[in-house]
């Protein structure tokens, strides 16, 4: 059973930071390429990042650029392997839901609020 779980999201002041994590679990993790996706208030999806399988390279939107890092841990041998999103120098309009997703398969997870405000 393919499994996409999202957490790290929150509450913070701009200029705040978060680490937002993906813990995938029920297909070759090592294979796939991961993306954070994010959804704000009344706005449809927008792509944020992607990181390769290997875990070798990411690539992002221009208005996060320079302020979000992408990773992810292939380790062997672990039931749950994970992507990571860290986010520095938040924004106000950084706030949205923040989804990963996993291709190929288009696998999604249920979303995690991060909500940039003072």
């Known amino acids: 059973q393919v499994q996409l779980v999202e957490s790290g999201g929150g509450l913070v002041q701009p200029g705040g930071s978060l680490r937002l994590s993906c813990a995938a679990s029920?297909?070759?993790?090592?294979?796939?390429?991961m993306y954070w996706v994010r959804q704000a208030p009344g706005k449809g999806l927008i792509w944020v990042s992607t990181?390769?399988?290997?875990?070798?390279?990411?690539?992002?939107?221009?208005s996060v650029k320079g302020r979000f890092t992408i990773s992810r841990g292939n380790a062997r041998n672990t039931v749950y392997l994970t992507v990571y999103l860290q986010m520095n120098t938040l924004k106000p309009e950084d706030t949205a839901i923040y989804y990963c997703?996993?291709?190929?398969?288009?696998?999604w997870g249920q979303g995690t609020q991060v909500t940039v405000s003072s």
């Open positions: 997703n996993a291709r190929p398969g288009d696998y």
């Open positions: 029920g297909f070759t993790f090592s294979s796939h390429w």
């Open positions: 990181i390769d399988p290997a875990g070798g390279r990411g690539w992002y939107a221009d």
